[in-house]
Nanobody
């Protein structure tokens, strides 16, 4: 099992940037693919991006492609989500998630979740 804790959320103006972090417990972090998801009020939790355990490949939702970047530091048991050119529609609670195997893009494929961190983008 892996425990995940997100941090770095906050209030930012449109066009600004934030970097979210997700710290994982355990000594086997490097074997997990990591995903970022978000959930806005009244909406389903949606895929934002994911990264292989080896950081070789990343995947992004079309809505964030070119603006968001996922990276990881396996030595620090941490995955990051760099968010640039933020828009009001990016406002949501952001969650990181972990799974063994490939970094799939659906929430149902991830058994481990953090508690989430709020990101609010003002216009």
């Amino acid at each position: 099992q892996v425990l995940l804790v997100e941090s770095g959320g906050g209030l930012v103006q449109a066009g600004g940037s934030l970097r979210l972090s997700c710290a994982a417990s355990g000594r086997t972090f490097s074997v997990y693919a990591m995903g970022w998801f978000r959930q806005a009020p009244g909406k389903e939790r949606e895929f934002v991006g994911s990264i292989w355990s080896s950081s070789i490949t990343t995947y992004y939702a079309d809505s964030v492609k070119g603006r968001f970047t996922i990276s990881r530091d396996n030595a620090k048991n941490t995955v990051y989500l760099q968010m640039n050119s933020l828009k009001p529609e990016d406002t949501a609670v952001y969650y990181c998630a972990a799974r063994r195997g490939s970094p799939l893009t659906t929430k149902y494929d991830y058994p481990y979740w953090g508690q989430g961190t709020q990101v609010t983008v003002s216009s």
